[in-house]
């Protein structure tokens, strides 16, 4: 009966957390399970700021070569080039998702790869309607006549003009990757406990929103934030690297 305070010899008990050095105050609080939101927060942003790089890797690796492929040559290839992105296109993303889930574990993997399945396909319509807007000025006519090789005009010219477009896509991307993955792990569909993301820790905030309100305010933030940060990133990236604003 030691660990009764009337029995163990000290009047006013003993502070476990105190011997063990365990920290009893939370920036953020904590959840239903004593969990600090502040770790649980960050590490939630952490992941859904890797779920938006890849989304934006794909759309810089696949969207900018498919689209300025399909642009630059037109006729058949683009033809063929552009019905595979309608298939892909019509098949919604919470459709993919499903698929996905169905085949491996819901969770980080399935979410990245329903992301690089459908992500890059907006960057490719816009860089192939740069494309057929730019290849037929006289800067590449001239090129064309130099004897600069097809590879070189795109890449050399006609994607260096184009930068301003592709880095505002890329960064609407970025916070469009991270509202989708909070969305899926909203629904269940996405991260699930332990692991935490801003989506999952929305969702027991929720379950929670009458008693502690809180626990879903700070995710929330979080998420507005990224959503402002990265749109001022995009629009001082567009003024700073785009050719035509420079003139």
Not at 106 to 130: D, F, K, N, Q, Y
Not at 186 to 211: C, K
Not at 218 to 243: E, K, T, V
Request: hydrophobic residues 50%.
């Amino acid at each position: 009966m030691e660990w009764i305070p009337a029995f163990s010899g000290h009047e006013n008990g003993v502070d476990v957390y105190k011997e063990k050095n365990v920290k009893t105050a939370y920036w953020f609080g904590t959840d239903q399970l004593g969990r600090d939101l502040w770790t649980r927060t960050w590490h939630g942003t952490q992941i859904s700021l890797i779920i938006a790089l890849i989304a934006t890797l794909a759309d810089v690796l696949i969207g900018v070569v498919y689209g300025g492929i399909s642009g630059y040559f037109g006729g058949m290839t683009d033809n063929v080039m552009q019905r595979i992105i309608e298939i892909i296109a019509g098949i919604p993303n919470l459709v993919w998702i499903i698929l996905l889930i169905l085949i491996m574990q819901p969770g980080l993997l399935a979410i990245t790869v329903a992301i690089l399945a459908t992500s890059w396909l907006s960057m490719a319509r816009i860089v192939r309607g740069e494309m057929l807007k730019l290849k037929n000025q006289e800067f590449v006519l001239a090129s064309r006549t130099l004897g600069a090789s097809d590879r070189r005009i795109i890449f050399r010219h006609l994607i260096p003009n184009s930068i301003g477009m592709i880095i505002i896509n890329t960064m609407f991307s970025v916070p469009s990757a991270i509202f989708f993955e909070a969305f899926l792990s909203f629904i269940g569909l996405g991260i699930r406990s332990p692991q935490s993301s801003l989506g999952s820790l929305i969702n027991d905030g929720y379950q929670m929103l009458q008693i502690h309100p809180y626990q879903t305010l700070y995710p929330g933030i979080i998420i507005s934030l990224l959503l402002i940060c990265f749109n001022i990133m995009g629009d001082g990236l567009r003024d700073a690297f785009d050719p035509k604003l420079r003139r």
